[in-house]
């Protein structure tokens, strides 16, 4: 097949003055070269579309493909992951991944965790905040965790996120809110094991299923797999995989959770416990890094014995069976 890569890379946005916190959600170049020599692998023709904006751009030329492999994030909004999709789905070009309703909904990640709660799937009690006068009253038990509500990739998660009492949550609300320029999720904190499920496939043809536990060994970090953690994880965090009672919870709430929101040929969940050891819902990402060393979903496929080329045709294999109805 023609298959189009559309993407974001980190060094396309630079001249726009953000940080590399800001920069985080985008990809680096050796991330693209390694997906397209995974699809080359099997017998694919590829094509490097480059951003959304380009793909409109080759749209209007004329130009088309028989897929497009879409790991494009979007530079602003809640629902810029959708982006992309919808122009795919607007020209009939078929994709690899969810389309642009789950890719809206699971950015926000209040939105995500009452669909979520309303399936009886365990997470933490939350409230959004936006404004100072929803500081007031809160019906939460300190300590309480703070994350911008539509980020991703550890974005505006640190050490200070964890708040003990009013003076910290209101100094780390203004914080985010002002750098982020959106709502702010506060949550229970949650002090157990931190586990991350990886899911490829569709339906009743789910071709991997794995679940990890993920350790920080930075003692500053309290254990919080946070933005600068995330960033530097090949030395930073540990991956292992896990098949006990506990990680075998998160994969069944993960599984239910995978096709409650109708996600599409892969997808990665991350939960974490709470004090009697039962794993609750953090956040999803049906756009789950790529990059062949330091992304989470191949390191775990690679200790589950899965080459990077085998993964990434795996996740256009099902994408394939789930156009053909035969997921």
Partial sequence: MRI??????RDAYRGLGLDEEQLAEFDRPETIAALQRALESGGHEVERIGSGRALVEGLAAGRGWDLVFNIAEGLRGRSREAQVPAILELYDIPYVFSDPLTLA???DKGLCKRLVRDAGCATAPFVRLEREEDLEGMALSYPLFLKPVAEGSGKGCADSSRVGDAAALGARFRQLRDRFAQPVLAESYLPGRE?????VGNGARIRLALVAEVRCDDPAASG????ENKEQSDHRAEYRLVDDPEARQALRQGLIIYRLLGWRDAGRLDFRSDEQGNPCFLEINPLAGLHPELSGFPRMAAMAGWSYSRLILA???????RLAGRE
Avoid: H, K, P, R
């Fill in 4 to 9: 189009g890569l559309v993407y974001d890379l």
């Fill in 105 to 107: 909904v699971t950015l």
């Fill in 195 to 199: 586990f991350t499920v990886a899911i």
């Fill in 224 to 227: 919080i797999y946070s933005f």
């Fill in 315 to 321: 996740m256009v294999e099902g994408a394939l069976e």
